[in-house]
T-cell receptor
Framework: DVKVTQSSRYLVKRTGEKVFLECVQD?????MFWYRQDPGLGLRLIYF???????EKGDIPEGYSVSREKKERFSLILESASTNQTSMYLC???????????FGQGTRLTVV | AQTVTQSQPEMSVQEAETVTLSCTYD???????LFWYKQPPSRQMILVIR??????QNATENRFSVNFQKAAKSFSLKISDSQLGDAAMYFC??????????FGAGTILRVKS
């Protein structure tokens, strides 16, 4: 059974903290994505990666960075967390032929 | 830029009835996939149905079917014999040039018993 695992389901952090959200996949997919999900706005793409050490900005990259040192792991970094980054974060992979996307269970991040 | 538009923020359906969720998209590619994903309260995204753009036949998966109109760039989801377990957020999505996966804003489906 394919798996995309996010390191935390719920997270509470303080304003100004550096936050790491980890995502690990066991399917050897090249394409990985980080989205944030907010009511009425759907899934907005933050960053995506199509290979190790490769990354591309999505639609809302400001305030975020990413790291992909190994194919199976894609990390989202909030350099200095702010309250407007309180949201649901979803990690996803896409098969190499674009036939299906697989998702983690989501991390609900609250910044106080 | 590729976009996906879901114009219905919320829909309601009576149990056992049929409901259709709308999706329109914009792409310059000629061959692509389109997806409908379901997100129940558990938050886990589940693939409902997939359509290949070069196939003229509409995809069907049990009670779920699509009406794919390539020229109109429309991809609606029909749920027949609605069940309480169908209540969820539904997202339309398309992978685009550069393997960027784009989603619509979602439609909340409520099922009344």
């Amino acid at each position: 059974d394919v798996k995309v695992t996010q390191s935390s389901r719920y997270l509470v952090k303080r304003t100004g903290e550096k936050v790491f959200l980890e995502c690990v996949q066991d399917m050897d997919h090249e394409n990985m994505f980080w989205y944030r999900q907010d009511p009425g706005l759907g899934l907005r793409l933050i960053y995506f990666s199509y290979d190790v050490k490769m990354k591309e900005k999505g639609d809302i990259p400001e305030g975020y960075s990413v790291s992909r040192e190994k194919k199976e792991r894609f990390s989202l970094i909030l350099e200095s967390a702010s309250t407007n980054q309180t949201s649901m974060y979803l990690c996803a992979t896409l098969t190499d032929m674009n036939t299906e996307a697989f998702f983690g269970q989501g991390t609900r991040l609250t910044v106080v | 830029a590729q976009t996906v538009t879901q114009s219905q923020p919320e829909m309601s359906v009576q149990e056992a009835e049929t409901v259709t969720l709308s999706c329109t998209y914009d792409t310059s590619e000629s061959d692509y996939y389109l997806f409908w994903y379901k997100q129940p309260p558990s938050r886990q995204m589940i693939l409902v149905i997939r359509q290949e753009a070069y196939k003229q036949q509409n995809a069907t998966e049990n009670r779920f079917s699509v009406n794919f109109q390539k020229a109109a760039k429309s991809f609606s989801l029909k749920i027949s014999d609605s069940q309480l377990g169908d209540a969820a957020m539904y997202f339309c999505a398309i992978p685009t040039w550069g393997n960027k996966l784009v989603f619509g804003a979602g439609t909340i489906l409520r099922v009344k018993s």
